[in-house]
């Protein structure tokens, strides 16, 4: 994909207000209701820790990119490069999709003392979120290269990390909301049309 | 200790009748809330943590006998940054506000003594900034113990740990040596 930086930006910034309201709306939850596994699916919390796990990773490699980035002969056109675009598309929460991953294992937030601070640190995790997304309006996102959080030794455009990283919270955001509305008796449990870790 | 002061507001905490108990784990006040009231802990002990984007610090201990609250949001009336909680079950003696600065300006003595816990306040402020600027986890350590005897019979290991800035793991080394 090719797309100028503010648009992208302005897209993802879109998602990210969502995420943030709806977890918002968690914050008036009971902890029984956040804490809530129903069979091995993750409760509200457990997604959630799952995200803080993956923003201090990614939330201090992509402020390090930021501060190091060169920006001469600076392009606001950000074109998204193979691997990048592959993972971005993995993560995107997309209708009637069968896909289960497995989540690495120090990514994966069971047997943790998960509380409402757990909601705190991610509502703190995307404020700065934000202010970075913003920060990446100037800089080259096709020339600056980001690392996995699996890997040092493979890299992606920032553009993309920030795709990556920005869909996998909407992902586990849904997933979140559905863990909400399964107490209610809302939706059906054997229903497959998101991503779901296990 | 400015006793004087002190006493009149348990005493004034006793006659408005707000005791309350907080189990293990209970927040006195959360990120967020603002701030109306001090609390004095009869019994029992709570700590004082804010919250990052990436980890939990455990910034203060409130023991029996001591007085405690989220002092900024207490003075701005903006949000707390902190959260209070109590590490067992904990007896507090709660003081409004509008009670706390009643008896304050009651005359020329607790207003006296307000000043100086106020400048208590400070100067504990100053020795904390030292603590967080000393290099050496073993005097980091030495400095809190000299301040507070009882550190390790009140509170749980990993928020001395997070209170000294150093992992459980370095600090069980440091007083296994």
Known sequence: ?198 | MEQFLIKRLLDAADSSGINKIFSKGEYLIKDGQVEQSIYFIESGAVRVFHITEFEEQTIRFGYEGSIITSLSSFITGKPSEFYIEALRKTAVKIIPKQLLFEIVNEGPETLHQYNKLLEGLIVQQMEREIDLLTESPIKRLQRVLGRSPNLFQEVPLKYIASYLRMTPETLSRIRNS
């Open chain 1, 1 to 198: 994909m090719q797309i100028e930086n503010n648009q992208l930006i302005d897209e993802l910034l879109a998602r990210m207000k969502k995420c943030t309201r709806s977890v918002k709306g968690f914050e008036a939850l009971s902890v029984g209701q956040l804490q809530f596994k129903n069979g091995d699916r993750w409760s509200i919390l457990e997604c959630l820790e799952h995200l803080n796990l993956y923003g201090d990773f990614y939330l201090v490699e992509i402020e390090k990119q930021i501060l190091t980035n060169p920006r001469r002969n600076t392009s606001t056109k950000f074109k998204s490069g193979i691997l990048g675009n592959y993972f971005a598309n993995l993560m995107e929460v997309k209708e009637g999709k069968i896909t289960k991953m497995k989540s690495p294992k120090d990514k994966n937030p069971s047997n943790k003392d998960l509380s409402i601070k757990t909601i705190n640190r991610f509502l703190k995790q995307q404020e700065q979120l934000v202010n970075l997304l913003n920060q990446c309006r100037s800089i080259d996102l096709t020339r600056t290269k980001a690392a996995i959080s699996l890997t040092n030794l493979v890299k992606l455009r920032l553009g993309d990390t920030l795709r990556f990283f920005c869909y996998h919270i909407e992902r586990h955001v849904v997933q979140a909301e559905r863990a909400l509305a399964e107490q209610h008796g809302i939706v059906d449990n054997k229903s497959k049309s998101l991503l779901q870790h296990g």
